[in-house]
């Protein structure tokens, strides 16, 4: 393993202090607790069958996560470059101006993976005829496969999660795809390693903070039920803990109770999942940002 390699999973495993990026943790947080609501509400339109409401309500929470995202990333790269951390506002208005660069650079390569599933389609297609079929079907099965499987490893490793850092760093779309198609062809490899890295470090950051979380619900609940008599059953009690709201808990068969003491139980619950679900991204995009940067540091 040379050298340069060992710094760049030094940078990678240097990640972890993520959550002590405090803007970054509020920008995340927020944008995904605004998104929480936005989508809620839109199911809620659903039940009403106002289809039309629900459209927007999902679409104006998708958007906001979307860019909640990408500011993120932006405060993110920032750290990962040593640089002062801009505002969270700050942050929220250059993502406004920039993320349609990651757009643009993903529907590309959206766009060029679908004509190769097209080809594929149509060579499949072609196993129907004749004389030919049998021949062709014996190249086109085992190509198909290993092209597939190609398409989704790249999708998974250089192109998802680095698409957004090279926008984050300033490129344009045209750039995201350079840089991509640089990696394909010189360093997929020592991508591929370093992207391991990354997701192994977000699986042990989500391991942590589930333990965290189940471990102190579980206690809780058995100190408040127990010892301080609170008259809510345990699993509505750690419901909101779990991702659930009233309309999912009563989905689940379980009436809401408790009136305001059970609706407050589950707003607090929905704090600490919200915590649990932005502490790891939070980890995973400055690993994607670390690997970015150790990528492109001799440019």
Do not use: K
């Amino acid at each position: 393993m040379t050298p340069p390699l060992l710094s760049a999973l030094a940078r990678v495993l240097a990640s972890i202090d993520a959550p002590r990026n405090l803007r970054a943790l509020y920008g995340l947080l927020t944008g995904f607790c605004i998104a929480g609501l936005l989508l809620a509400m839109a199911r809620s339109a659903l039940l009403r069958d106002q289809a039309l409401l629900s459209a927007l309500w999902l679409g104006l929470g998708l958007a906001v996560a979307f860019f909640g995202v990408n500011a993120t990333g932006l405060m993110l790269m920032d750290q990962a470059r040593g640089l002062p951390v801009r505002d969270p506002q700050d942050a929220f208005a250059d993502a406004l101006r920039c993320a349609h660069r990651l757009l643009l650079a993903l529907l590309a390569c959206v766009a060029l993976a679908a004509l190769v599933l097209l080809l594929l389609a149509a060579l499949l297609w072609a196993t129907r005829l004749p004389g030919v079929g049998a021949p062709l079907l014996a190249v086109v099965l085992p190509a198909g496969v290993l092209v597939l499987g190609g398409i989704s490893f790249v999708l998974v490793v250089p192109v998802g999660p680095l698409a957004g850092p090279a926008v984050w760093a300033g490129a344009h779309a045209p750039g995201v795809l350079r840089f991509m198609r640089q990696r394909l062809r010189q360093g997929l490899p020592e991508t591929a390693l370093l992207m391991a890295a990354v997701y192994l470090l977000a699986a042990l950051a989500t391991a942590a903070v589930s333990f965290v979380v189940v471990s102190g619900s579980q206690l809780l609940a058995g100190l408040a039920i127990l010892g301080a008599g609170v008259e809510l059953p345990a699993r509505q009690l750690l419901a909101g803990v779990m991702g659930l709201g009233p309309r999912s808990l009563g989905a689940s068969g379980m009436p809401l109770e408790g009136g305001n003491l059970g609706l407050t139980a589950l707003i607090g619950g929905g704090v600490v999942f919200a915590l649990a679900l932005v502490l790891p991204t939070l980890v995973w995009l400055r690993g994607c940002c670390a690997v970015y940067l150790a990528l492109t540091e001799d440019e």
